[in-house]
């Protein structure tokens, strides 16, 4: 049970790390992050392979099989990192993904069962590969960071009939204080050592109950040496400062009790225009939100300085909360994001499901040349109502089922049709709705006809018949 919530804590921490690999220099230049599952998954694959290349056998095993299985040892660890890489925290849906949309590219992909088998026992290659790169995306890096990360693992009203990892004493979990949170836990806590830039070296899990101070004395057998460690007020303390910097040579830099005599403010080392530089690299056309600052300072302060880049000319306010740095067009001139790109970015940040509905779905499919000020969309997220000047998207809550659709055109079909109703649906319609449905998956298609009413299940019908 331990070894599998180090699993699961680990891809957590390593995340950033595995987005990495496509920009490691040592092994692959000039290579570029790609949103191709299977591209990706070619890039990892090479990267494994040239690594271990003097530990796996002819067939890119590290272990030897009885029978040669589908996928060898290095396909595992590059399928493992490629889900990771793109974002996908789901297992159920990545697995999904790959027996629907890359069967031609993965004709050899095995059950999900043995593959969780063997990437478990291929953990210890994960993590010196891991390793490996890290150490490679560390190299003249003098500024590292040290923190510590709550991990429970029940509600601390479980804490005395939870089972969880009790079996031994010293492996046990146990009750801590979050500082964050402001209140007790029952768990773990995860010491992370990561540069500058945000690529882990070194981490540990310790009981929830040991001081954040105790593992400094851990880091001077990390490989950690000649460099500035910068951590919070939980590591101060004067006796592992001086016994860091002598063994290590590690300036331990942590802020001062403002009790102290020697209080003195702490330096910034970060960048004070890191904002401006968040905003200055991301390419034009692309939407903000103002909690996507929040990691920079209170919210106050993120709106001020907003406001400022705003004032500047930098971005553009386009609604309470969501900002944009303006595409602009050598004729037309300032180009503002489109309806649909705000609530598509709204969707992302609510991790929510939407729908095109109304007078919107009607233009969108060509049975309308009117276009509405009011854009509606069914959500499962929360009902909102966003200004843009004198147009309006609004967010209706719904029931699951009218976002169950997995077809992109057949929803948006569903949702014309029971907004121009059933008996006012003209022949001349439905002919238009059967063109659009000619470039419908058909299984799509035929799983969101199962969602629809029967009548609209006629009219549909019809496009599978002709496919």
Same mark, same amino acid.
């Given at each position: 049970? @331990?070894?599998?919530?180090?699993? &699961? ?5 390593? /995340? ?11 092994? /692959? ?5 790609? /949103?191709?599952?299977? *591209? ?22 590290? !272990? ?7 996928? *060898?040892?290095? %396909? ?44 478990? +026992? ?6 010196? @590969? ?9 190299? &003249? ?30 492996? #046990? ?35 929830? *109950?040991? /001081?954040?101070? &105790? ?17 919070? +007020? ?49 390419? +034009?056309?692309? @939407? ?75 233009? #969108? ?11 509606? !969309?069914?959500?499962?997220?929360? #009902?909102?109502?966003? &200004? ?39 022949? %001349? ?39």
């Amino acid at each position: 049970m @331990l070894k599998t919530m180090l699993i &699961n804590i680990y891809k957590k921490v390593m /995340h950033k790390t595995d987005i990495q690999y496509l920009r490691c220099i040592k092994y /692959h230049q000039n290579t570029s992050i790609m /949103h191709n599952l299977s *591209s990706n998954f070619d890039k990892f694959f090479n990267i494994t392979k040239s690594i271990f290349k003097n530990r796996i056998n002819e067939f890119n095993n590290f !272990y030897s099989y009885r029978n040669k299985p589908k996928m *060898s040892d290095c %396909q595992i660890i590059a399928l493992a990192i490629t889900g990771e890489s793109i974002g996908i925290d789901s297992e159920s849906y990545f697995w999904a993904k790959l027996k629907n949309d890359y069967t031609k590219e993965f004709p050899n992909l095995i059950d999900r069962c043995n593959y969780n088998r063997r990437r478990k +026992r291929l953990y210890p290659f994960i993590i010196e @590969l891991n390793k490996i790169i890290a150490d490679d995306l560390n190299q &003249n890096e003098n500024v590292y960071l040290v923190d510590s990360i709550p991990v429970p693992v029940c509600q601390i009203a479980r804490e005395k009939s939870s089972k969880i990892c009790k079996e031994n004493y010293d492996t #046990a979990p146990d009750k801590g204080y979050s500082a964050v949170s402001k209140a007790y836990y029952y768990g773990y806590k995860l010491h992370v050592v990561a540069s500058n830039k945000g690529v882990f070296h070194s981490m540990d899990l310790t009981k929830a *109950s040991v /001081h954040d101070v &105790n593992y400094l004395s851990d880091i001077k057998y990390s490989g950690l040496n000649n460099c500035t460690l910068i951590a919070d +007020r939980g590591y101060l303390s004067s006796s592992y400062q001086l016994d860091l910097f002598n063994s290590c040579q590690i300036n331990l830099q942590t802020p001062k009790r403002m009790n102290q005599h020697v209080y003195k403010p702490f330096p910034f080392v970060f960048r004070k225009a890191r904002m401006f530089t968040k905003i200055k690299k991301a390419k +034009r056309g692309t @939407l903000y939100f103002a909690e996507d600052f929040l990691s920079y300072g209170t919210a106050k302060a993120v709106a001020k300085a907003l406001e400022r880049h705003e004032q500047k000319d930098v971005i553009e306010r386009i609604s309470r909360g969501i900002y944009s740095r303006i595409d602009v067009d050598p004729i037309i001139g300032s180009l503002k994001p489109s309806t649909e790109a705000i609530a598509e970015a709204i969707r992302k940040r609510d991790k929510a499901r939407i729908m095109l509905t109304g007078a919107a779905a009607l233009n #969108a499919l060509g049975l309308s040349t009117q276009i509405p000020m009011n854009v509606v !969309y069914l959500t499962d997220g929360a #009902a909102r109502k966003i &200004n843009l000047g004198k147009r309006k998207i609004l967010f209706k809550k719904t029931s699951p089922k009218n976002l169950s659709a997995i077809g992109k055109i057949s929803g948006l079909v569903i949702q014309a049709l029971k907004e121009i109703g059933k008996d006012k649906v003209t022949e %001349q319609e439905i002919q238009l709705i059967l063109k659009h449905l000619e470039s419908e998956d058909p299984y799509r298609l035929e799983q969101d006809i199962r969602l629809a009413p029967e009548w609209i299940r006629i009219i549909m019908r019809k496009a599978l018949k002709n496919k």
